[in-house]
């Protein structure tokens, strides 16, 4: 593949990831909680509207969510930079990794909450 693909699709997933960021930020906000919570419903299929916000905990939890889906989003975006250019190779492990790390941990804990989904 190309190096201009990589780095477009680098481009590609730095903007899905992060802007899931905004979405579970304003999840902490009482009126804003719709998106995050119909998100999260939808992860947690079936879509049955059982997922709520209704807890200070998941508030701050969907906050906390929000600002990590933001920068990883922004380090993807960097390292499609400069960064790439000098060590593609580098990037694209880093960047395996995390998502590898990421789904396995997610997974796992998806499973242990009974959102197998």
């Known amino acids: 593949m190309r190096s201009d693909l ?3 699709w680098l481009r590609i997933t730095a903007v899905i990831v992060g802007a899931c960021g ?3 930020f ?7 909680t719709e998106p995050a ?12 509207g059982a997922t709520t916000f209704r807890d200070p905990d998941t508030r701050f939890l969907s906050a906390l969510t ?3 889906l933001i920068g ?13 250019d000098k060590a593609p190779e580098d990037v694209r492990r880093a960047v395996v990794s995390g998502l590898v790390a990421w789904f396995l941990l997610d997974s796992a804990g998806s499973l242990a909450t009974g959102a197998a989904s």
């Not at 304003?26 to 804003?32: L, R, S, V």
């Not at 919570?37 to 049955?48: E, I, K």
């Not at 990883?72 to 790439?84: C, E, H, N, P």
């Open 26 to 32: 304003f999840g902490a906000i009482p009126a804003t």
């Open 37 to 48: 919570r119909w998100s999260l419903d939808l992860l947690a299929w079936p879509l049955d």
């Open 6 to 8: 990589r780095k477009r």
């Open 66 to 68: 929000g600002g990590f």
């Open 22 to 24: 905004p979405v579970f």
């Open 72 to 84: 990883w989003g922004v380090t993807i975006w960097r390292l499609a930079g400069s960064v790439y």
